[in-house]
């Protein structure tokens, strides 16, 4: 079992930043790659980025390319989504989830509660 919590949400303005953290326990954090995903009222939960266990390979979605960067501290069982240039589209809650390194959500094991992030114009 893995346990992931959420911090670092909140409200921002447009063109803002934000650094959501996702903390690990349980298994050991390296043999699971880690992904953050979004959803907003109304829509799907869709793939941000994911980084693989060790850190040395990341993945983005394009609507989140050159402005938002996923890296992980091992030692300190983390998971950070720094986010910068805040549009309301990136409005919404998002989780960080422990499992293959994929862009589908459905093939993550492990999820967090989630963290509001609120961008406002």
């Known amino acids: 079992q893995v346990q992931l919590v959420e911090s670092g949400g909140g409200l921002v303005q447009v063109g803002g930043s934000l650094r959501l953290s996702c903390a690990a326990s349980?298994?050991?954090?390296?043999?699971?790659?880690v992904g953050w995903f979004r959803q907003a009222p109304g829509k799907e939960r869709e793939f941000v980025a994911a980084?693989?266990?060790?850190?040395?390979?990341?993945v983005y979605a394009d609507s989140v390319k050159g402005r938002f960067t996923i890296s992980k501290h091992n030692a300190k069982n983390t998971v950070y989504l720094q986010m910068s240039g805040l549009t309301p589209e990136d409005t919404g809650v998002y989780y960080c989830a422990a499992g293959p390194i994929a862009t589908s959500k459905a093939l993550y094991d492990y999820w967090g509660q989630g963290t509001q992030v609120t961008v406002s114009s």
């Open positions: 980084i693989t266990g060790s850190g040395s390979s990341t």
């Open positions: 349980g298994r050991t954090f390296t043999n699971y790659a």
